[in-house]
């Protein structure tokens, strides 16, 4: 089983990235997806989530409005396109499968800093 996260890096405040994570060893299509991250000294916490079939989601309030979910059953991916990003929204980015097992990948750092 795999979860490979990619996509992140530094930004500027205001600007976007998109990060991906790829599955691989599971059967993809069954799991909620969903997306967390941890700022340095701090705990892991929610970002947001997406069901199998993909058109029910879930966020944080803190990403609400700037942050979108989404998956592709067909290329097992799932994305986090997040939009307006803020200097507080540095972190290492993490997805998580959740079904009959869970599983996390090893995370993507991004850093929003002028």
């Known amino acids: 089983v795999q979860l490979v996260e990619s996509g992140g890096g530094l930004v500027q405040p205001g600007g976007s990235l998109r990060l991906s994570c790829a599955a691989s060893?599971?059967?993809?299509?069954?799991?909620?997806m969903s997306w967390y991250r941890q700022a340095p000294g701090k705990g892991r916490e929610f970002v947001a989530a997406?069901?199998?079939?993909?058109?029910?989601?879930n966020y944080a309030d803190s990403v609400k409005g700037r942050f979108t979910i989404s998956r592709d059953n067909a290329k097992n991916t799932v994305y986090l396109q997040m939009n307006s990003l803020k200097p507080e929204d540095t972190a290492v980015y993490y997805c998580?499968?959740?079904?009959?097992?869970?599983?996390w990948g090893q995370g993507t750092q991004v850093t929003v800093s002028s």
């Open positions: 997406i069901i199998s079939a993909g058109f029910s989601t």
């Open positions: 998580k499968a959740n079904g009959a097992y869970t599983y």
């Open positions: 060893g599971f059967t993809f299509s069954t799991y909620a």
